[in-house]
């Protein structure tokens, strides 16, 4: 909490990857409810999709798996 979504992204790319975003934009937001499979807790959850410059393509290990366009959706 306490930081904007564009924030955490920033945030949690740096952390988890070492890599700084540049050029980013902010593409959907996706809505979903569920029930909580442990707690039973119903729940409200929303996604921020952001698009970034392609600053790490070359620096991702091989296990990554890349998708075409068609696979893609926009």
Same mark, same amino acid.
């Given at each position: 909490m306490n930081e904007s979504s564009l924030e955490a992204a920033h945030r949690e790319v740096q952390e988890e990857l070492g890599y700084e975003m540049k050029n980013?934009?902010?593409?959907?937001?996706l809505e979903n $409810? $569920?029930?909580h499979e442990t707690t039973h807790t119903h729940v409200?959850?929303?996604c921020f999709v952001y698009q970034c410059e392609?600053?790490?393509t070359n620096?991702?290990?091989?296990f990554f798996v890349s998708l075409s366009k068609q696979e893609v959706v926009e």
């Open positions: 980013i934009k902010l593409v959907s937001v $409810f $569920f029930v409200h959850e929303y392609d600053i790490i620096a991702l290990p091989k």
